[in-house]
């Protein structure tokens, strides 16, 4: 070979078409070209001709447009084996083009009224189907044909590819060689022949200006882009007062289970201490459908699956006030309906809302009361009915108890079975989001409910020792002055 071809240098732009030998011998002749991109590369190899013929010799490039991309694209192995065949995604993959993808925008209202395509056609499928973020592609080439003998479609080989997607990606396969070696290709042939080979940028570094208006640029376009969201997404939010805390309760009623007679339902209601509200158009109560057991295991499992939700907000109004804070409570009973229509009591129940926010699953067991004898049972069996609480909160500190001590000394009752509870709790308070010593005024709030939600025992322990405090104080203050001084003395 002569020494001018053992060496060659080409500086190659995006997407720059550098024709190939065999390219030139193609076009040149209208009668081959079918296409428009045919006719297009004819006139240009005809102009390139006129100019003196091309300049480079072994390197050349298939654009984003060529055939060759496309084959390439359909043509990708998984392995290196030689006898691998496709899978069917495989070949349904390389039928989905990555590139070019004239999609339109999605607008707003469409969004609405388009959720379910009921009818989609094939290229909605194959559009759809796959994660498909367009790609342009640009392959380097190199003909490592023989001398004399270029312009043969065995001795191309690809030396780098360039794909560029939609979000601004850039991918250069093999990498730039910089204070690497050079890449090397062994042919088969019966020379064995090497090329060694450099793949360098030497793109033009941007210029302060142009970079500062390429910065103002972006800039505007995330800005009008931040503004296009805004409107879909509005500005009608609720806000809370500071020192407010919102509760939400996505709940579900999941299962009861362990009962005595069959076709339960449950019927529950909430219960607001003091400090808490709720919003006039919310329903504080409800009643789950009439479900039949199944059997599960060694119990009789009915599966509700009854969904509710609570709103509720905690204001606190004087920080001074020496009682502590009490959290929502849900009371319920569950209840049996026969084929005869009698309807019995099979337990009661409550459930103190979680006082930090998250997921929860609670099984809480119920009793219910009963009488002594064999009159009352037989009663319950054959005509339904049973011994009922008149008001519910009497399962825990009944609402219109005001006295110091609840006692239930003959009340008799009898353990049943439980009830399951799926619950997802949010929070919402400025307390958050503003200042350290609002958001330390609120968490202490938050951690007195959270220590009363989690151990309702601690509220009687400490309110009885306030009271007793408080008489001690009295008493304190009833004693003579001299006999006061006289213990402090000694």
């Not at 500062?212 to 509005?234: A, C, I, N, P, T």
């Not at 709030?445 to 020792?465: C, I």
Request: charged letters at 25%; a negative charge.
């Amino acid at each position: 070979r002569p020494p001018s071809e053992e060496e060659e240098e080409a500086e190659v732009g995006w997407q720059e078409k550098l024709f190939s030998q065999f390219e030139v011998d193609l076009y040149q002749h209208e009668s081959a070209c079918q296409t428009p991109l045919d006719r297009q590369y004819h006139e240009e190899i005809r102009k390139l001709g006129k100019a003196g013929g091309r300049k480079n010799r072994r390197i050349f490039t298939y654009t984003d447009h060529d055939r060759f991309t496309n084959l390439e694209e359909h043509c990708q192995k998984v392995t290196d084996s030689d006898h691998e065949v496709p899978s069917y995604l495989a070949e349904r993959m390389a039928n989905v083009r990555r590139r070019r993808q004239d999609r339109k925008p999605i607008d707003a209202s469409s969004l609405k009224s388009k959720i379910i395509t009921w009818e989609p056609s094939e290229e909605f499928i194959k559009n759809n189907h796959v994660i498909n973020t367009p790609v342009q592609t640009m392959y380097i080439m190199g003909d490592l044909g023989p001398y004399g003998k270029l312009g043969r479609k065995e001795y191309e080989h690809v030396l780098c590819t360039i794909k560029v997607d939609s979000n601004g990606v850039i991918t250069v396969k093999p990498d730039f060689t910089g204070t690497k070696g050079p890449y090397r290709i062994e042919l088969d042939g019966e020379k064995r022949e090497v090329w060694k080979y450099t793949i360098e940028n030497v793109s033009v570094q941007v210029q302060p200006e142009e970079e500062e208006r390429e910065q103002r640029m972006f800039r505007d376009l995330y800005g009008r882009h931040k503004e296009y969201l805004s409107g879909l997404v509005g500005s009608e939010f609720e806000t809370i007062l500071p020192g407010t805390l919102r509760l939400f309760v996505n709940g579900e009623i999941v299962s009861a289970q362990g009962y005595e007679y069959d076709n339960l339902y449950v019927h529950f209601f909430l219960e607001l201490p003091n400090q808490w509200t709720s919003p006039a158009a919310q329903q504080q109560s409800g009643v789950t459908q009439i479900c039949a057991t199944k059997k599960v295991g060694w119990e009789n499992v009915a599966y509700f699956c009854y969904p509710f939700t609570l709103e509720m907000f905690f204001s606190q109004a004087d920080e001074s006030e020496d009682s502590l804070p009490q959290w929502p409570v849900v009371y319920f009973e569950v209840l049996s309906l026969d084929f005869w229509q009698r309807y019995r009591v099979e337990g009661y129940g409550s459930l103190v809302l979680p006082a930090s926010p998250g997921c929860y699953m609670l099984t809480i067991p119920t009793w219910r009361p009963v009488e002594l004898g064999t009159v009352a049972e037989l009663r319950r069996f054959f005509i339904g009915g049973s011994p009922e609480l008149e008001d519910l909160t009497y399962v825990r500190i009944p609402s219109t108890f005001k006295g110091e001590r609840l006692s239930r000394l003959g009340f008799r009752t009898k353990t049943t079975g439980s009830v399951t509870f799926r619950l997802y709790c949010l929070q919402q308070s400025k307390a958050f989001m503003e200042n350290s010593a609002l958001r330390q005024r609120m968490q202490s709030v938050l951690d007195r409910l959270g220590g009363f939600s989690q151990q309702s025992s601690v509220y009687s322990v400490l309110e009885a020792f306030q009271r007793a405090r408080r008489r001690m104080q009295e008493a304190r203050e009833s004693l003579p002055q001299d006999l006061v001084s006289t213990f402090t003395s000694a």
